[in-house]
């Protein structure tokens, strides 16, 4: 099955770059997707996108060729099933606190044997080029679907290492980690104490030989972390670009 995202982890040659869509609708995901990014995360936890937008989200996003993610409110299996079935090619869960909660995600993202995603979805394999027969969906999936969890709890970076050997990509929610370990994010500055469990998450990665991801509030610090390592960023949100780059031509417009 066509997953641009796994296809550039496999290549090992750059790290994976995309965006946050926390608006609804298709047009949104279209602009996003033809930006020449790998793929876009469909944010149901913050952003403004319910099920039926995230079913409109997912499928426009992978008829351009990218790799649609959906991050789940929270981890219920029924909201795992739910992203997967509308054709998510991977789905990022937040939050995530204990071993125990992640072994519950795979168990929910995985087929039987090895785990207990319920099948009979026909959309999702419309979002796979070229198209997998309801069988080939069924027998690929649990190979080609990401599991990604977010560190950003204390909880979590202790138990960063066992972690990572259960998933496919560990995922950095750097303003909720540095409010859960103490040290929050204030005016885009982040202390020492949460660079270095910044580091020790990206370790954790290489040593488990995972993915190690990170979400960013820009191209800098996108530019700052792919530098470092890190194989999967994501480097704006749809919502905090649009209001500057419109700022941005009215004051051109009036010749500020
Ligand atoms: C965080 O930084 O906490 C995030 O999860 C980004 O959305």
Redesign the pocket.
Same mark, same amino acid.
């Given at each position: 099955q066509s997953n641009k995202l796994k296809q550039v982890f496999m290549e090992g040659k750059r790290p994976a770059m995309g965006f946050?869509q926390m608006l609804p609708g298709a047009n949104v995901s279209r602009i996003l997707a033809r930006s020449g990014a790998d793929w876009i995360m469909v #944010?149901c936890e913050?952003g403004n996108i319910d099920d039926a937008a995230m079913h409109e989200a997912v499928p426009a996003i992978a008829a351009l060729g990218v790799s649609p993610i959906v991050r789940i409110p929270d981890l219920q299996s029924w909201m795992v099933k739910r992203a997967l079935d509308s054709g998510a090619h991977g789905i990022l869960v937040?939050l995530i606190r204990t071993v125990e909660e992640v072994k519950n995600l795979v168990a929910s993202a995985k087929f039987p044997p090895q785990g207990r995603r319920g099948f009979g979805s026909p959309i999702a394999m419309q979002n796979f080029q070229p198209m997998p027969t309801f069988t080939e969906y069924l027998q690929q999936a649990n190979e080609s679907l990401l599991t990604m969890v977010?560190i950003?709890t204390q909880e979590a970076l202790d138990a960063v290492e066992e972690i990572a050997s259960l998933v496919d990509v560990v995922f950095i929610?750097? $303003? #909720?980690?540095g409010n859960s370990i103490g040290h929050p994010i204030i005016d885009g500055k982040m202390d020492p104490e949460l660079d270095e469990a910044i580091s020790k998450i990206l370790k954790a990665a290489r040593a488990a030989k995972i993915k190690a991801g990170i $979400?960013c509030s820009g191209g800098e610090q996108a530019k700052f972390y792919a530098d470092m390592g890190f194989d999967m960023i994501s480097v704006a949100t749809d919502y905090t670009a649009l209001g500057p780059a419109m700022m941005d031509q009215l004051a051109t417009a009036r010749g500020q």
């Open positions: 946050w #944010d913050h937040p977010q950003e929610g750097p $303003f #909720d980690l $979400f």
